[in-house]
């Protein structure tokens, strides 16, 4: 099986990919991130903040997001992956899914 030690360093690696990509502009609408124990909070312009719930199995594993309003996600994949999945449906509200 996978040590904790493993999971916690892939999460802080893909972490870091984010904020990477943060910084080079990617994502102009995403105003910060916060990662807490295994909890990501990220802010997105006009929309608000949204609080993932990091998958166990990660990044296989289902992560869960709450957002403002009655907002629920759930996507398999890297903090990358979750966030991108995030800021599609919060682009185009109206897309089924």
């Known amino acids: 099986g996978i040590s904790m030690a493993t999971r916690?360093?892939?999460i802080l690696e893909d972490l870091e990919e984010?904020?990477?990509t943060c910084r080079n502009g990617t994502f102009p609408q995403l105003e910060r991130t916060d990662f807490n124990d295994d909890t990501l909070i990220f802010?997105?312009?006009n929309v608000g903040?949204?609080?993932a719930c990091l998958a166990d199995?990660?990044?296989s594993g289902e992560t869960e997001v709450y957002g403002p309003g009655d907002f629920e996600f759930r996507s398999?994949?890297?903090i990358l992956d979750v966030v991108l999945g995030v800021l599609e449906e919060v682009d185009d509200p109206q897309s089924p899914g």
Do not use: I
């Open 8 to 10: 916690k360093q892939k």
């Open 57 to 59: 199995p990660y990044p």
């Open 18 to 20: 984010l904020q990477a």
């Open 49 to 51: 903040e949204f609080t």
């Open 76 to 78: 398999a994949g890297t």
């Open 43 to 45: 802010e997105v312009q």
